[in-house]
């Protein structure tokens, strides 16, 4: 059993996000749905939480009002295989939502994620300092991330 497990705070779209994120990413689901009773805070019957997997990571979205919000200080990373991987995550979790660079972005709830190459921290993490660095300078022209854009960076002399 998982020992920790993120909890994201909604107004009331836990349900509509829990359903969208497990849409885009293989083998997620629902897994449970509970509803506000007569004591409240929310209108009897409506969505108080859902729990949720994303590839075997456990989730819980909580309608909890609109007191809170989301911010880049937690994001969510996607490791990606290729570059088809990041530019599906990428359109898909975009989608409504902002843009941002080096790989980040917000989808249409407001939750920052980073869509990340797995190449991306094997070039930066070169031992050719220089190499490493062009890497940088490249990624950091980037919104989504190029593979080939790194490799070229990387290539230079």
């Known amino acids: 059993m998982?020992?920790?497990?993120?909890c994201l705070w909604f107004d009331t779209d836990g349900e509509d996000a829990a359903k969208h994120y497990t849409s885009i990413i293989p083998n997620s689901t629902i897994t449970h749905v509970s509803r506000y009773g007569?004591?409240?805070?929310?209108?009897?019957?409506?969505?108080?939480?859902?729990?949720?997997e994303l590839d075997g990571q456990r989730f819980v979205a909580l309608n909890g009002g609109p007191d809170f919000t989301f911010?880049?200080?937690?994001?969510?990373?996607?490791?990606?295989?290729?570059?088809?991987?990041?530019?599906?995550?990428?359109?898909?979790?975009?989608?409504?939502?902002?843009?941002g660079p080096c790989g980040w972005l917000?989808?249409?709830?407001?939750l920052s994620w980073q869509i990340i190459p797995k190449r991306l921290p094997?070039?930066?993490?070169?031992?050719?300092?220089?190499?490493?660095?062009?890497?940088?300078?490249?990624?950091?022209?980037?919104?989504?991330?190029?593979?080939?854009?790194?490799?070229?960076?990387?290539?230079?002399?």
């Not at 998982?2 to 993120?6: A, F, L």
């Not at 200080?73 to 979790?93: G, M, R």
């Not at 062009?134 to 854009?149: N, P, T």
């Open 71 to 99: 911010s880049e200080a937690i994001s969510f990373q996607i490791n990606c295989d290729s570059q088809e991987e990041v530019d599906e995550y990428w359109s898909k979790l975009s989608e409504g939502g902002e843009e």
């Open 2 to 6: 998982q020992k920790i497990t993120p």
């Open 38 to 52: 007569a004591a409240g805070p929310r209108p009897e019957g409506s969505v108080m939480t859902v729990e949720f």
């Open 122 to 157: 094997e070039l930066l993490s070169d031992p050719d300092r220089e190499k490493s660095q062009r890497v940088m300078a490249a990624m950091l022209e980037m919104r989504k991330i190029e593979i080939d854009g790194l490799e070229r960076a990387a290539a230079a002399a």
């Open 106 to 110: 917000k989808d249409r709830f407001g």
